[in-house]
């Protein structure tokens, strides 16, 4: 597994965000049946850069929490079973680990969020971790029953680790 970590921001984690970044990637690979190695990237930012990116990406003038940006194209969510057949395009050509795709995570949006809802920010942390991952697996949340599915999975990738509120 290659787990790549950029911080570009001076706001102050304090917590070992690579070490909870590479726990719950590894959980949420595992609880999906991931069949591969995988590459995953995570971007630690503060909020005026994304929200430049939000904005650049998605149209959408604001700050957010977390953006996702799959590699994959899946025919249902967590699918790995075509991916071999594109595999230039989803596959390193040097390791030959999928590439799952980018997490960029606003540092400060999680520490006001995580004090918004009154839990560690460990717990929010991982929670946009665990979030992120399943955009990368190719779940969404734009109807409620998908939403219902996302918080389920998210909940048991945090559970099965004991990172609860």
Known sequence: MTFCVEKETDFELSLPYEE??????????EQEGCPYEAEINLLITDNASIREMNREYRGIDSVTDVLSFPMADYDT???????????????????????????????ER??????????????????????????????????????????????????SLAITR
């Open 77 to 107: 969510p967590a699918d790995f079973s075509g991916l071999e057949k594109d595999s230039l395009d989803y596959f390193h050509p040097e390791t030959g680990e999928l590439l799952l795709g980018d997490i960029i995570i606003s540092a």
């Open 20 to 29: 909870i970044f590479r726990a719950v990637a590894l959980q949420a690979l």
């Open 110 to 159: 999680a520490s006001e969020q995580a004090e918004k809802y009154g839990h560690s920010l460990k717990r929010e942390f991982a929670f946009l971790i665990a979030h992120s991952m399943l955009h990368l697996f190719g779940y969404d949340h734009m109807t409620q029953e998908e939403a219902k599915v996302m918080e389920e999975k998210q909940e048991k990738i945090l559970s």
